[in-house]
């Protein structure tokens, strides 16, 4: 079992930044790959920055290439999400999850992860 526990959300004015961190624990299998998601209110959850664990293959959403870094390091394999001149369309519940090896379109897909955190709340006015 992986458990997955997100860190750093808050509010910020639209042009600033936050850091997102995602501990992780329990078993590594199933988490080859590993990213963030992130759900508005009335809205379906969407991919926002995903990583193949151990390689620099990451996938973004096209809404937040260029502002959003995702990387992974430390002696627990950290997970976090940079996030760099915040719009208040950003403003969401932001997921990590964890799932096994993944490729192409399947990375960016929600229902392909298997383990979900409790998410951290991204609010930008």
């Known amino acids: 079992h992986v458990q997955l526990v997100e860190s750093g959300g808050g509010s910020v004015q639209a042009g600033g930044s936050l850091k997102l961190a995602c501990e992780q624990s329990?078993?590594?299998?199933?988490?080859?790959?590993m990213g963030w998601f992130r759900q508005a209110p009335g809205k379906e959850r969407e991919a926002v920055a995903v990583l193949l664990t151990g390689t620099y293959i990451t996938a973004y959403s096209d809404s937040v290439k260029g502002r959003f870094f995702v990387s992974q390091d430390g002696p627990k394999n950290t997970l976090h999400l940079q996030m760099n001149n915040l719009k208040p369309e950003d403003t969401a519940k932001y997921y990590c999850?964890?799932?096994?090896?993944?490729?192409?379109?399947?990375?960016?897909?929600?229902?392909?992860?298997?383990?979900w955190g409790q998410g951290t709340q991204v609010t930008v006015s």
């Open positions: 999850a964890a799932g096994p090896r993944l490729s192409g379109g399947n990375l960016l897909r929600a229902d392909k992860y298997n383990y």
């Open positions: 329990g078993s590594t299998y199933n988490r080859g790959s």
